[in-house]
């Protein structure tokens, strides 16, 4: 069975970098069939797009955060990783990571989360 | 603002029939397969349906997808008590080169 699962800082200061890492495990992360996507949810809200990443480092994210995303793979260690720079109260959410049936697909199997809080 | 326009909540006794409206474009639903998560308080989204109406192993056939122009419908029947959640539609937007959601919909069981 497919497990996906967040690993990172749950409490972060104003303007600095998020670093998130998703561990797949009971799967390849390079197998051809799938892209691997970042989704966020603020508390008490709905569900953003992040962006996702094919195995060979091809990625796409919202270009409502484009600038301060960046998305990155490896095989070897079968992760992937999100890079949030500039974070602000806003950036305050639960980040979910997820397999993408592809680049423009469902989400089929997704981590369990975790809540990482921009705090003064 | 979501892109996709979903009703905030619906209800209905056990056993009934709710129905739950996603409200799209022709850069989105009218274009893209819609699919829909339950999620539940404190966990995780699950997929419930995919490419508009399929199901994945797993999902009893008591929920259902449908769409029709720019518009998607997920039908919850026989309803439960275990089926109170809140509920996403998503696809893809061509015109912003993004995934999105709606809003969500909690689905109450009176």
């Known amino acids: 069975q497919l497990q996906l699962r967040e690993s990172g800082p749950g409490l972060m200061q104003p303007s600095e970098t998020l670093s998130l890492t998703c561990t797949v495990s009971?799967?390849?992360?390079?197998?051809?069939?799938?892209?691997w996507g970042w989704i966020r949810q603020p508390p008490g809200k709905g569900l953003d797009w992040i962006g996702n990443?094919?195995?060979?480092?091809?990625?796409y994210s919202n270009l409502s955060l484009k600038s301060r995303v960046r998305i990155s793979v490896d095989t070897s260690k079968n992760q992937f990783s999100l890079r949030l720079t500039s974070v602000t109260a806003a950036d305050t959410a639960v980040y979910y990571c997820?397999?993408?049936?592809?680049?423009?697909?469902?989400?089929?199997?997704w981590g369990q989360g975790i809540l990482v809080t921009v705090s003064s | 603002q979501s892109v996709l326009t979903q009703p905030p909540s619906v209800s209905a006794a056990p056993g009934q029939k709710v129905t739950i409206s996603c409200s799209g474009s022709?850069?989105?639903?009218?274009?893209?397969?819609v699919s829909w998560y339950q999620q539940f308080p404190g966990a995780a989204p699950k997929l419930l349906i995919y490419?508009?109406?399929k199901r994945p192993s797993g999902i009893p056939d008591r929920f259902s997808g449908s769409k029709s122009d720019t518009s998607a419908t997920l039908d919850i029947t026989g309803l439960q008590t275990g089926d109170e959640a809140d509920y996403y539609c998503g696809t893809w937007d061509n015109s912003l080169s993004a995934e999105v959601f709606g809003g969500g919909t909690e689905v109450t069981v009176l």
């Open positions: 009971g799967g390849s992360i390079s197998d051809s069939r799938y892209y």
């Open positions: 022709t850069s989105n639903i009218g274009n893209k397969y």
């Open positions: 997820a397999r993408q049936a592809g680049h423009y697909d469902y989400h089929d199997y």
């Open positions: 490419e508009d109406y």
């Open positions: 990443i094919y195995y060979d480092g091809r990625t």
